[in-house]
């Protein structure tokens, strides 16, 4: 049995604004995806690790990643049109000795290896699915037309990152009910673990980690090179 990693990088960041592909914009001298690949392969218990590609970039992707010597097997193929659909397809593709799967976004390239593990672990030892998980900054409001409609309980509520893990039978069930659920149904889902609320899976929560942070806006970049940078002048990189 083998516990396989998906790397969903298939996404154009219009948030980051215009120029390469996020997974490819770099950071201290390396792509996004190639920091995050690190991440899994220097996991434990990560074998396999499978790359869905913005579909123009698939070779070019290819060749940069033949460059590294991961002590993982690396595997690209091309995304879909949204996220959902590069998962989907990398699950389809995944060998049938495969049975735990982590999701993992590229655009998350600092999440630490130790993350990568404690939630393959807590998959292995005792849930169908996991994900971890950190406490809001901020203080959250339902807004509509401009109003203030209530305060949500920040104390009840986290922002939940990847690497997100699942036994794969379920994690292939909840995207196969997915793929024939409607729009409105799917409008609210925006991660692996949401679908597999959606079957009534147990996904169970654990500490996540800041440097798991997902880099989304042009500050982020900023900060992901500076935390880059103070890794590698603690040596810790
Ligand atoms: N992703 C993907 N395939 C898509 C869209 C997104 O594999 N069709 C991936 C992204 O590459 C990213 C992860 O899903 O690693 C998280 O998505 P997000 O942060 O939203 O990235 P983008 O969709 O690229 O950014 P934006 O929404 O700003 O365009
Ligand atoms: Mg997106």
């Known amino acids: ?29 390396a792509p996004l995806l190639v920091h995050a690949v690190r991440a899994l392969a220097r996991a434990r ?48 593709a995944l060998p049938a ?30 849930a169908d699915a996991c994900v971890p998980v950190v406490p809001l900054a901020d203080t959250v409001k339902e807004v509509a037309g401009g109003t203030v409609v209530r305060t949500l309980d920040r104390q009840q509520l986290r922002a939940v990152q990847t690497p997100q893990g699942f036994r794969r039978f379920l994690l292939a069930k909840a995207h196969a009910w997915a793929a024939e659920a409607g729009e409105q149904e799917l409008a609210t889902i925006t991660d692996d673990a949401g679908l597999v609320e959606k079957l009534g899976g147990c996904v169970v929560a ?32």
């Not at 049995?1 to 770099?26: D, H, Q, S, Y």
């Not at 999701?103 to 593990?117: I, K, M, S, T, W």
């Not at 997902?214 to 040596?235: F, I, M, N, S």
């Open 206 to 237: 654990i500490p996540g980690a800041e440097e798991a942070f997902k880099v989304t806006r042009p500050l982020d970049l900023v900060v992901a090179e500076a935390l880059l940078a103070k890794q590698r002048a603690d040596g810790a990189r």
């Open 45 to 92: 218990a990560v074998d396999l690790i499978v790359v869905a590609a913005p579909s123009d970039d698939v070779l070019a992707v290819e060749r940069l990643l033949a460059d590294f010597e991961w002590g993982a097997e690396v595997r690209v193929l091309p995304g879909g049109e949204d996220r959902r659909e590069s998962v989907a397809r990398a699950l389809a």
């Open 97 to 126: 000795e495969v049975d735990v799967v982590l999701v993992h976004d590229a655009a998350r390239p600092l999440a630490p290896p130790e993350l990568v593990d404690a939630v393959a672990a807590a998959v292995r030892e005792r």
């Open 1 to 29: 049995m083998r516990t396989a990693a998906i790397v969903p990088a298939a996404g154009r960041g219009e948030r980051l604004g215009p120029g390469t592909p996020k997974a490819l914009r770099t950071i201290g001298g």
